[in-house]
């Protein structure tokens, strides 16, 4: 008798570990005790997309690309906010070119500092690899350079700001469920009109945690400086 009830209790809790695995085994699914390892580990390159019930305003449907993560801390870029500015309008000094070019809001920290992404083949000084052909890169020098030989608009992105987490912090809030981490794809990056929409469809099968609610409007906003 002893062994058949081993037996029935070891089936039960077989059948409840894989069930839960099935309905909550995605990353982030921790506000309800059930915290599980990220299918995607947080490095340069990923995605952070933001949860439709994030709390903090300032990242509503925002799509994060990290480009640096270590134990001192993570630093990425909003990549899905446009503003309505050019570069020469807001950051002064960078050549004749800059008007060609709009300022993307990187994030709430340091809103004055200029960084960028850049598409190409080869390797800049001054940047580093972070998905596919893309790099990233906060010389001014370089930055300019880049404009001034005619980059296409297409091809580099210039952020003012970035998202930033001190040590563990991300690690938190990635356990609170406040972020779903996604593989990069350099095309999402530098095409985001719709991105937010785009990236929740392909994570949640069926619209698990998107059509809950009414539907957000669209994540192309412009940003006011």
Do not use: C
Not at 68 to 88: E, F, K, Q, T
Not at 177 to 186: H, N, T
Request: neutral net charge; proline residues 9%; aromatic residues 8%.
């Amino acid at each position: 008798m002893g062994s058949r009830n081993t037996v029935v209790a070891a089936g039960v809790f077989l059948f409840f570990a894989i069930t839960g695995f099935l309905l909550f085994g995605r990353a982030g699914v921790g506000k309800a005790g059930l915290a599980v390892r990220p299918a995607v580990a947080p490095r340069p390159g990923v995605l952070l997309v933001a949860r439709p019930q994030l709390p903090d305003p300032r990242f509503a449907q925002a799509v994060i690309l990290l480009v640096r993560h270590d134990p001192s801390g993570s630093v990425g870029l909003i990549v899905n906010r446009p503003s309505d500015y050019a570069v020469d309008e807001l950051v002064p000094g960078l050549g004749d070119a800059a008007h060609r070019y709009r300022i993307w809001f990187g994030g709430p920290v340091a809103p004055y500092r200029v960084s960028f992404l850049i598409r190409t083949g080869e390797s800049l000084s001054g940047t580093e690899p972070v998905l596919g052909s893309l790099r990233y890169g906060t010389d001014t020098a370089t930055l300019e350079a880049l404009m001034a030989r005619g980059t296409s608009p297409d091809d580099l992105h210039v952020f003012l700001g970035y998202a930033g987490w001190g040590p563990g912090q991300l690690d938190s809030e990635l356990l609170n469920g406040d972020w779903i981490l996604m593989e990069g794809d350099e095309r999402d990056v530098m095409a985001p009109d719709g991105l937010w929409e785009r990236l929740m469809e392909r994570r949640e099968p069926a619209g698990l945690l998107v059509r809950k609610t009414p539907p957000p409007p669209p994540s192309r906003r412009t940003v006011s400086f």
